[in-house]
C-alpha cells in the first residue's frame, strides 16, 4: 500500500449520446436520448435532454409522450464499442498502466508523467482531454486524485466545472468527503446508505473519521478498505491486466412482435454472430452455449446445451442452436426476443486436436471466421451476412434506428 501515487479517473461525457453526435453532428445541441430498443428504457441523455426533465431509465412510450421534444435513437453498442476502443488506445498509448474498468470509464496511473511530459498534473491531463476531442469527437471529465475512489469523487465533481477537470490533492481530501454524501462514495451505494444513515453517518467525511474497530465490526474488510482509500491510501491498485469474461451473451428486441420462425432465426443469427467475432477477439472458444426467447408478454425460455467440441465459429453455434430454437418455439405465439449466450471458454493456445476430428475442416472454419471480422473491420458491420432471408422490420415512424434519418 502506498499513498504516492496519483490516479486519474477519465469519464466519458453521456457516452452514447457524444458517439451518435460524433457520427452525426446535426444531433449537437438538441435534446437527445438513446434507448434500449423500440420498447425499452432511456439508457443515455444528452445534457439537453437532462435539462428538460427527461428521467434515466423510463420506458420510451411514457418519454416519447411527455417529452416530445427530444430525439430518440436506438442504441448501437456496436459503434459505441468501436469508439470505446479508440479512447482507450489514446491512454494506453499516455501512460503503460491503465486500467479499462467500463465502456466508457478508464483509471490511468499518472505516476511520473509529470516528470516525463514535464507539465504539472492540470495541463497533463487537460492535453489528454483535448486529444480525446480532437481525434475521437469524445468529450471526457477527469478527475484526479490519490487512489481509486478518490478520483471517482473527483470525476463527479468535474462535472460541474468550466474546464471538467478536478484535482484533489492531499489538502483537499478532507474538503471533498465532507460535501459527499456517504451513498455517493464507489462501493456504498443507496442500500449500504441507508443503514449507514441510520448510524449517524450521513458524509463520507463522517466515515473516515469513524474507529476502524468499529466499521470493521459492522462491514469487516470491504468497510476498512473502502476507509483508508478515501482517507487517500491506496488499497485497490491500477490493473492493466484484462480478466477474461465467464460468458458472453447479445440480445435485442425485435422491433415488431413477431410469431415468424424463420425472422427469428435470423435475428438469432445476428446475435450468434455478434458473440463469435467477440469470442474471437480474446482468442477463446466456447463448450456450451444458451438460447433464449422471451414472448410478448415477457415469458422467458432458455435452455443450455454442451457443445461435443469447442468452436468460436457461426456455423457451428448455429448448428446446434437452431434445434433449441425450435423446441421452445410454438407458431401461436408472439415473441419480442431471442438471443444467445456463450460460456465454457477454452483459450484457443490450450486447445489439442482430436485424433478423429475433421481438423482440415475446422481449420477451415476458423479462417472464414477470422475472414468475418476483418471484412466487418474494413468495411462495417453485417457486411456479410450469413443465410439471412427476411429483411428486419423497418422502426415505427418517429423513432430513429440511425441519425441519418434526421
Given at each position: 500500500m502506498t499513498n504516492q501515487k496519483y490516479i486519474a479517473l477519465i469519464d466519458c461525457d453521456s457516452f452514447f449520446v457524444s458517439c451518435e453526435r460524433k457520427l452525426n453532428p446535426e444531433l449537437n445541441n438538441i435534446p437527445v436520448c438513446i434507448v434500449s430498443g423500440e420498447r425499452g428504457c432511456i439508457i443515455s441523455r444528452s445534457r439537453e435532454a437532462k435539462i428538460l426533465g427527461v428521467p434515466m431509465g423510463i420506458p420510451l412510450?411514457?418519454?416519447?409522450e411527455k417529452y416530445p421534444e427530444s430525439?430518440?435513437?436506438?442504441?448501437n453498442h456496436y459503434a459505441y464499442t468501436k469508439i470505446s476502443r479508440t479512447v482507450m488506445e489514446i491512454l494506453k498509448d499516455f501512460s503503460p498502466n491503465v486500467e479499462v474498468y467500463s465502456i466508457d470509464e478508464a483509471f490511468v496511473d499518472l505516476t511520473g508523467l509529470t516528470k516525463l511530459y514535464r507539465k504539472n498534473y492540470f495541463k497533463l491531463v487537460y492535453e489528454l482531454q483535448q486529444k480525446i476531442l480532437k481525434e475521437t469527437g469524445i468529450p471526457?471529465?477527469?478527475g484526479v486524485s490519490r487512489t481509486k475512489t478518490l478520483a471517482k469523487l473527483a470525476s463527479d465533481k468535474s462535472k460541474s466545472t468550466r474546464t471538467r477537470i478536478a484535482l484533489v490533492g492531499k489538502a483537499g481530501i478532507d474538503k471533498l468527503l465532507k460535501h459527499t454524501e456517504i451513498q455517493e462514495v464507489w462501493g456504498v451505494g443507496r442500500k449500504l446508505g441507508v443503514k449507514l444513515r441510520g448510524l449517524g453517518v450521513r458524509t463520507a467525511y463522517d466515515f473516515v473519521r469513524k474507529?476502524?474497530?468499529w466499521i470493521k465490526s459492522r462491514f469487516g474488510k470491504n468497510g476498512l478498505s473502502i476507509q483508508a482509500e478515501l482517507s487517500?491510501?491506496?488499497i485497490?491498485?491500477?490493473?492493466?491486466?484484462?480478466?477474461r469474461p465467464k460468458s458472453i451473451s447479445d440480445t435485442k428486441s425485435f422491433l415488431e412482435f413477431s410469431?415468424?420462425?424463420?425472422f427469428i432465426k435470423n435475428q438469432l443469427s445476428i446475435h450468434i454472430h455478434e458473440t463469435c467475432s467477440r469470442l474471437r477477439k480474446i482468442n477463446c472458444k466456447c463448450a456450451t452455449i444458451g438460447v433464449l426467447l422471451k414472448t410478448k408478454d415477457f415469458r422467458t425460455y432458455y435452455e443450455k446445451v454442451k457443445l461435443d467440441?469447442?468452436?468460436d465459429f457461426e456455423f457451428e453455434i448455429s448448428r446446434a442452436a437452431f434445434p433449441v430454437l425450435e423446441k421452445m418455439y410454438t407458431p401461436q405465439t408472439l415473441y419480442r426476443s431471442t438471443g444467445i449466450v456463450l460460456e465454457d471458454f477454452k483459450a484457443c493456445a490450450n486447445e489439442q486436436l482430436l485424433l478423429f476430428d475433421n481438423n482440415p475442416k475446422r481449420e477451415q472454419n476458423e479462417k472464414l471466421g477470422k475472414s468475418l471480422d476483418i471484412l466487418e473491420q474494413k468495411f462495417g458491420r453485417n457486411i456479410v451476412r450469413t443465410g439471412f432471408t427476411d429483411k428486419e422490420v423497418p422502426f415505427k415512424q418517429g423513432f430513429l434506428t440511425s441519425p441519418k434519418e434526421i
Open positions: 412510450f411514457q418519454a416519447v430525439i430518440y435513437i436506438s442504441a471526457v471529465s477527469i474507529d476502524e474497530k487517500g491510501i491506496m485497490s491498485p491500477i490493473s492493466s491486466e484484462n480478466e410469431s415468424n420462425l424463420q467440441i469447442p468452436t
